[in-house]
């Protein structure tokens, strides 16, 4: 059984994006951010990252050369907080 682990990656304006691992395929990325925007394809944090689908992996620091396949927003319990799942391959 694998262990849930957590990355830190960084925006622009230096702020922390936590990136959990969920299981071998599946992230939950979530951090500080006033405001997100949300597409069919794409999730943006204030500040970034800005994730969308089939961009490397590697901008949120997860090992390997794969490839984003889906992203879902989720509904954050902290104000002030964005969250999202996503899926590589």
Known sequence: ?????????????????????????????YGKSNYFRVGEDFFDFEGGPFISIGMSSS??????????????PLECKDQG?????????
């Open 1 to 29: 059984m694998n262990t849930p682990t957590e990355t830190v990656c960084f925006n622009r304006h230096g702020e922390k994006r936590f990136v959990r691992s969920v299981n071998e395929n599946t992230y939950v990325v």
């Open 59 to 72: 901008i949120l620091d997860i090992d390997g050369e794969r490839k984003v396949k889906s992203i879902k």
């Open 81 to 89: 907080y964005a969250e999202c799942l996503i899926e590589v391959s």
